[in-house]
């Protein structure tokens, strides 16, 4: 490790005095985005799935580091897993043998690797595979990272900050990101819950072709990224809209938070349909967060801006020095200043990033379990806002956040 940061730290700096000299380019955003991509693929896996969630933390880390990071979400590994035949054929038998015969590399990542391929009874899916001997290489990155957060904790630059707290919950979204018996019943309460939606496809897994380092599932085609004037703009907007209803029926009634669906993994087609894939990053928020997160975002869309201060405080486990009222005031105003704008000047990005600031600067540490749904709903609004500008995520909400609360005031009075 040390090594690898000395050795790439010399080659930022090297790149950054070039662009300050006579006639060079400031480059330095760029520059870091490269450096920090760079660095963390061969820090190893492990490193990498973090930087991946990370990426969109910008409660615990400048913009401008989440925007390299951001790279990560590309394929960083593009090498296929050697002796597949031989991994499926110990897997699945004979079938595996079959299926190895007709791969062919569609994907790869750190973690796995995804071909298609043709079941002997003549069905074309997709092979999530992961890699071999992952699962030891990233216990070893997770100690040295667990190890690290508590030296850090330790310093005055980290004091207050729950470093080994986050760094824990960073690695437990990684442990789970290689149990593929997980995903693939996570995958399985995706596809039902995008039932309702004729226009949302996600493919349906193959759990009698599946293990905890194989997951098989249906294979769907047509996954190239469409750019906007590919498609009509009946279709785009449509499109849009049933993706948003799928994503806030299983977020607001059923809890179940997609974190990961950005371009890479949200397709949309040309005949109007969209494919969601990958459900490695999933998450499941408990009764109480789903509450909390609802009614937020309920008084948000009311431009209720003390209920929504007292909704986070609520969430939130404030530093030593926290500033209470200072954060009450500030988000009051923002939210405040936010519901007044038109569908096409909300920005979600800024708002959540402001919402995040607030809380890092008057020293709030943010429930995990309220951060992921923002964080999902950041992730998505990056992916269709070229295909539908216009769309009004708080007005296509209400539906899903009164139903929901509705159903919380009944249970609660039949109990």
Request: hydrophobic fraction near 45%; aromatic fraction near 6%; charge should be negative.
């Amino acid at each position: 490790m040390a090594a690898v940061l000395a050795r790439s730290g010399a080659i930022l700096g090297w790149r950054i005095a070039r662009s300050r000299l006579p006639g060079g380019r400031d480059r330095s955003d760029g520059e870091l985005g490269e450096w920090l991509a760079q660095v963390v693929c061969e820090l190893g896996p492990a490193f990498v799935k973090a930087a991946q969630l990370l990426s969109a933390r910008v409660d615990l880390l400048p913009p401008r580091v989440c925007r390299g990071l951001a790279r990560l979400h590309d394929d960083v590994v593009r090498t296929p897993i050697t002796g597949l035949a031989g991994l499926l054929g110990d897997r699945l038998g004979e079938v595996g043998h079959a299926l190895a015969r007709s791969c062919e590399l569609v994907g790869s990542g750190s973690i796995a690797c995804v071909y298609r391929a043709v079941t002997p009874d003549g069905h074309e899916v997709a092979v999530k595979v992961r890699r071999p001997g992952i699962e030891s290489v990233l216990r070893r990155d997770l100690a040295i990272m667990c190890s690290v957060a508590g030296v850090l904790e330790r310093t005055p630059m980290f004091r207050g900050v729950p470093v080994r707290e986050i760094v824990g919950q960073l690695a437990d979204s990684i442990r789970g990101q290689v149990d593929f018996e997980r995903e693939a019943v996570e995958l399985r309460e995706l596809h039902a819950g995008v039932r309702d939606e004729e226009r949302v496809l996600v493919p349906q897994p193959r759990p009698e072709l599946s293990t905890r380092d194989v997951l098989v599932m249906d294979h769907v085609g047509e996954l190239d990224r469409r750019q906007p004037w590919q498609v009509t703009r009946e279709v785009r907007e449509g499109a849009v809209l049933a993706v948003l209803r799928s994503v806030y029926r299983m977020l607001f009634l059923h809890g179940l938070v997609h974190c990961d669906l950005h371009p890479g993994n949200l397709y949309f087609r040309r005949d109007g349909t969209v494919v969601m894939v990958d459900a490695g990053f999933t998450t499941r928020l408990g009764e109480h967060a789903r509450t909390k997160f609802t009614a937020f975002f309920y008084c948000m869309s009311l431009g209720d801006g003390p209920a929504c201060a007292d909704v986070v405080l609520s969430t939130t486990k404030p530093r030593p020095g926290a500033d209470v009222d200072g954060f009450r005031c500030d988000l009051a105003e923002l939210v405040e200043v936010n519901s007044g704008l038109s569908a096409a000047e909300f920005d979600l990005v800024s708002f959540a990033a402001s919402l995040f600031d607030l809380q890092r600067r008057y020293g709030l540490a943010a429930d995990p379990q309220f951060v992921f749904p923002i964080l999902s709903l950041l992730v998505l609004e990056g992916a269709v806002r070229d295909m539908h500008p216009e769309v009004d995520f708080q007005h296509e909400a209400m539906p899903f956040l009164t139903k929901a609360l509705m159903e919380r005031v009944v249970s609660t009075d039949t109990a």
